[in-house]
């Protein structure tokens, strides 16, 4: 999903990860409500047609046809090979509604991104049921390529791969804080190949717009920020892109990244969340504090912000102890790349 930025504020009340995981998810539901109920396969008015192709992956790819019908026969032909390359919450909601009629309300907040991403792919269009819940209804048109492509005997080893390709970047994102997804998507095609799987750039890269935030670079790279990264212009507007690969990164340190946590942070991580518990006020999640928290420290911040962060959750004054398991979280966190720490070794 495409990462909101809101530049508005740089103090860390506003670029907290929960604060701008809300932002996300506000700006992606109010774009699916104004999507439009219309689809590509419908007769369309040249208008009509001009906005729901800017709103598409097709634009982005710059590949321009200012024929409908061009583009009608393209998302056909390849929707075969797309239904093996949806992310996992397209395609869970596209199975969804195969057994709803090819039709199914979307009344859960986290598949907005999918059912945005479905649309952005020119599949299907949305309405709305009187309490607002958006229901995505697959174009008829599509439906026999759809299942042709999910019964390949391609799908289920085609799908195990971009799983461990999705892995990867979500592991090596978590280590660095961002990642620069082309040149493994280029490793990524060739180790595959070299296994008769292949994978067309274009559907592996809308696979992971669809299942990361993302970025563009000013030369139109995709960027995949971490969620928390509370400042990724600063990333992107540096001389000289800091690496991102994935260069001598150890097995442990790999599995860290795709759970989440490195192995080295969790003694600090679980000291504070027991510190804290029993003192969040009623109205906060205390994993969600903590993750604030210490993805803060992740970034550098000092301990007089950090504090401050930690009152605004708290029911109770700090204490001591909870300062201290604070500290040590932010004496212990693995920087991410591009990141200053204000700790003094």
């Given at each position: 999903m495409i990462r909101y930025s809101d530049c508005a504020s740089n103090a860390w009340e506003d670029r907290l990860k929960s604060v701008m995981e809300e932002k996300k998810m506000n700006a992606c539901r109010d774009r699916v409500f104004s999507w439009g109920s219309r689809s590509l396969f419908e007769d369309l008015g040249p208008l009509e047609y001009a906005g729901i192709r800017q709103r598409s992956y097709e634009a982005r790819e710059r590949v321009f046809t200012g024929d409908p019908e061009e583009l009608k026969a393209r998302v056909l032909s390849q929707a075969p090979d797309e239904a093996?390359?949806?992310g996992r919450g397209e395609d869970e909601l596209i199975k969804k509604a195969v057994v709803g009629?090819?039709?199914?309300?979307v009344d859960n907040w986290d598949q907005f991104p999918a059912l945005e991403s479905l649309l952005k792919r020119l599949w299907c269009s949305v309405s709305f049921a009187d309490d607002d819940t958006p229901v995505m209804t697959v174009a008829p048109e599509l439906r026999e390529a759809i299942l042709e492509g999910m019964k390949n005997d391609r799908y289920l080893p085609s799908r195990d791969a971009l799983f461990r390709l999705g892995?990867?970047?979500?592991?090596?994102?978590?280590?660095?804080?961002f990642v620069f997804p082309c040149p493994l998507v280029d490793q990524f095609a060739a180790e595959s190949e070299k296994k008769g799987i292949r994978f067309d750039k274009k559907l592996t890269e809308r696979f992971i717009m669809a299942e990361f935030d993302y970025m563009y670079t000013n030369d139109g790279q995709i960027f995949l920020p971490h969620p928390a990264l509370a400042y990724p212009e600063k990333i992107l507007s540096m001389d000289g892109m800091p690496g991102c690969g994935a260069p001598e990164i150890s097995f442990e340190s790999m599995l860290g990244g795709m759970g989440g946590i490195l192995?080295?942070?969790?003694?600090?991580?679980?000291?504070?969340?027991?510190t804290l518990t029993g003192g969040i006020r009623p109205e906060n999640d205390l994993n969600e504090a903590v993750d604030d928290l210490r993805f803060m420290a992740k970034q550098g911040a000092d301990l007089?912000?950090?504090?401050?962060?930690?009152?605004?959750?708290?029911?109770?004054?700090?204490?001591?102890?909870?300062?201290?398991?604070?500290?040590r979280v932010r004496q212990e966190?693995?920087?991410?790349?591009?990141?200053?720490?204000?700790?003094?070794?």
């Open positions: 093996m390359c949806l009629g090819w039709s199914t309300a892995a990867m970047l979500h592991s090596i994102r978590y280590i660095y804080g192995p080295e942070e969790v003694p600090s991580v679980t000291c504070l969340k027991g007089k912000d950090m504090t401050r962060i930690m009152k605004s959750f708290l029911a109770v004054m700090p204490s001591g102890r909870m300062i201290d398991a604070l500290e966190a693995v920087l991410w790349t591009g990141c200053l720490s204000s700790v003094q070794n």
